[in-house]
Nanobody
Framework: VQLQASGGGLVQAGGSLRLSCAASGATLDRYAVGWFRQAPGKEREGVSCISSSGRSTYYSDSVKGRFSISRDNDKNTVYLQMNSLKPEDTAVYYC???????????????WGQGTLVTVSS
């Protein structure tokens, strides 16, 4: 499966962005999908993930209550709605897929390219 992340950009603190992760080469409904981010000088960290059915979701403590993950299997796409953005959310955001759910980057086999999110104060 090939993944294409999009939707990043520059936004002021308190603003919103919606990231998209579009899949090709396979139907995404078999895969759990995770969003990860990596800020300069920091390790890649898990932000959110969603099971293949969409019934189970996970959010890191740092984004809980502000970010929302969803999927549209008919469109082969997973979304990350990011609200109340903070400067510390600035990072390159990556989506990843695997047949099993997980919260660690090591648990995902398929990765998209990153999309840069910059939140200004």
């Amino acid at each position: 499966v090939q993944l294409q992340a999009s939707g990043g950009g520059l936004v002021q603190a308190g603003g919103s962005l919606r990231l998209s992760c579009a899949a090709s080469g396979a139907t995404l409904d078999r895969y759990a999908v995770g969003w990860f981010r990596q800020a300069p000088g920091k390790e890649r960290e898990g932000v959110s993930c969603i099971s293949s059915s969409g019934r189970s979701t996970y959010y890191s403590d740092s984004v809980k209550g502000r970010f929302s993950i969803s999927r549209d299997n008919d469109k082969n796409t997973v979304y990350l709605q990011m609200n109340s953005l903070k400067p510390e959310d600035t990072a390159v955001y990556y989506c990843a897929a695997d047949l099993r759910s997980g919260t660690s980057p090591d648990e995902y086999a398929y990765w998209g390219q990153g999309t840069l999110v910059t939140v200004s104060s």
